[in-house]
Every structure is written in structure tokens, then in C-alpha cells.
């Protein structure tokens, strides 16, 4: 988990702490993390990008028993059929995930996260609405906190004018941690199927993944802030997305 205070902003501000934390699955936290997490990063919201199939394998996680927490379920992924555990998990680098437009996108993993846009805006405006009218600060998750928290983030981070090489930097910062959130999501249910023969590399966060992504929005609609536009965000909930970021 990290929070993406000190960010630069293109007009000389930064990303303020406390305001937008992002994280891989939160089963695993302390006592000790979750009073860090509110009473000194003052976290009053969390945004749960997995599927109801992950939520139902892994439990309720301890965030759940905090009541000054509201917690938000907006899967990037359809819900809308029976399907079993292993398909839902649908990891960009699973066999049975197909590329949304894998002919225009030839990196199929930002494929996979334009496919997002396509399958689930409705998800992926509702997630960029919490952060931006959550009292306090909001925690973006996913499981392994690369793809779908990865998406989210970058494309917040592009509403609030961070530049591209500083969304990309963070983008690519979750390699660090990649090999250490593997193992952990290993040990718990219904991930060791899905992961335990992938190599460590189809982790890692490459640069150029997020480029495409952003470029393929911006040329599409001119921006991130052009692309919500599209889905219905007025100007005032853009605004009030950059003053919750940088103030």
C-alpha cells in the first residue's frame, strides 16, 4: 500500500497525503495497519475493484468490522453471469481473458485495461467519484493492486494533472512489490490456481503498458477528463476531483 502524496502537478502543486491510497488485497492487515490507516492516514473510504466471485473466496477482510469506514464494491469486471471462481479472477495474463480490441492495442495487457472502460464505465466513474467526494482519504484496491488499482489510479492522477512520466513512475513502482504480493495471493483462496505457474515477470508493470493505455484515451477523447465527460461527469465533478488531489 502507498499513498501517492507528493506528486507534481504540471501547474507547480502536488498530490496532498492522506487524500488517495493505493493497495493489493487487504485480507492480511494488522490491528496495527488499520489504526495507521485511520487515525494517521485518515482513511474514512475504501474502493474494492474485484469481482463478487474474489469477494465471496476471500471473505469479508477486517476493514469490514471499522464503522468509520465505508467500503465501495465496483468490480471492473462483468457480473452479470454464473461463471466459476477461476474465470472470475481474470487476470490479464489467464488464457480465458481476451484482449477487448486485441488487433488495435498490440500490448494485450493494456488491452485488457481499456477493456475496463468498454465492459465497466459505469464502475470506473463510480470509483473516480469516491475519491473524489469521500470525506477522507480513499484506499483503491484490487488483488494484486497493479491492474485494476493501477488503471484507477492513473487515470486520477491524470485528472489532477500529474504528468505522464510521474503516473508512469508510479505505474511501474508496483514491480518492486510484485514477487512478495504473488506469494501472499498464492496462500489464499482461489488465486494458487491462477498464479502458481506464472512467471514472476507477467507481473511486473511495464511502462509502456500504461503509455498505451493513456494514449489510446487521449486520442480517443482527448483526455481522461474528456473521457469521463463522456460518460456523463460534468465540469464540477472534475474540479472537484483535481481539488481533492491537490487542493
Not at 501517492?4 to 488517495?20: E, M, S
Not at 474528456?226 to 465533478?237: A, I, K, N
Request: negative net charge; aromatic residues 4%; charged residues 25%.
Amino acid at each position: 500500500m502507498r499513498d501517492l502524496a507528493g506528486l507534481p502537478t504540471t501547474d507547480g502543486r502536488t498530490v496532498q497525503p492522506h487524500r488517495l491510497l493505493r493497495s493489493d488485497n487487504l485480507q492480511d492487515l494488522t490491528p496495527h495497519d488499520i489504526q495507521v490507516l485511520v487515525q494517521d492516514h485518515e482513511v474514512t473510504d475504501i474502493v474494492d475493484l474485484r469481482t463478487d466471485v474474489e469477494l465471496r473466496i476471500t471473505g469479508p477482510g477486517p476493514l469490514r468490522q471499522v464503522e468509520s469506514i465505508t467500503h465501495h464494491h465496483h468490480s471492473l469486471f462483468p457480473d452479470d453471469k454464473e461463471i466459476d471462481a477461476r474465470d472470475a479472477l481474470v487476470l490479464p495474463w489467464h488464457k480465458s481473458a481476451e484482449p477487448v480490441e486485441p488487433a488495435r492495442h498490440e500490448d494485450a495487457q493494456a488491452g485488457h485495461y481499456l477493456g475496463y472502460l468498454v465492459r465497466r464505465p459505469d464502475s470506473v466513474a463510480a470509483a473516480l467519484d469516491v475519491i473524489a467526494t469521500s470525506a477522507g482519504a480513499t484506499v483503491v484496491h484490487c488483488a494484486a493492486g497493479k491492474d485494476r488499482t493501477g488503471t484507477i489510479s492513473a487515470m486520477a492522477l491524470s485528472v489532477a494533472g500529474v504528468p505522464r512520466e510521474e503516473i508512469v513512475a508510479d505505474y511501474v513502482a508496483s514491480t518492486e512489490r510484485a514477487e512478495r504480493i504473488v506469494r501472499r495471493l498464492i496462500g489464499l483462496p482461489g488465486y494458487a490456481d491462477t498464479l502458481r505457474d506464472v512467471p514472476i515477470t507477467a507481473h511486473h508493470s511495464r511502462p509502456e503498458t500504461i503509455t498505451r493505455v493513456l494514449d489510446a484515451i487521449d486520442a480517443d477523447y482527448g483526455s481522461v477528463a474528456g473521457w469521463l465527460r463522456s460518460v456523463g461527469w460534468t465540469d464540477l465533478q472534475l474540479d472537484r476531483l483535481r481539488a481533492k488531489l491537490v487542493d
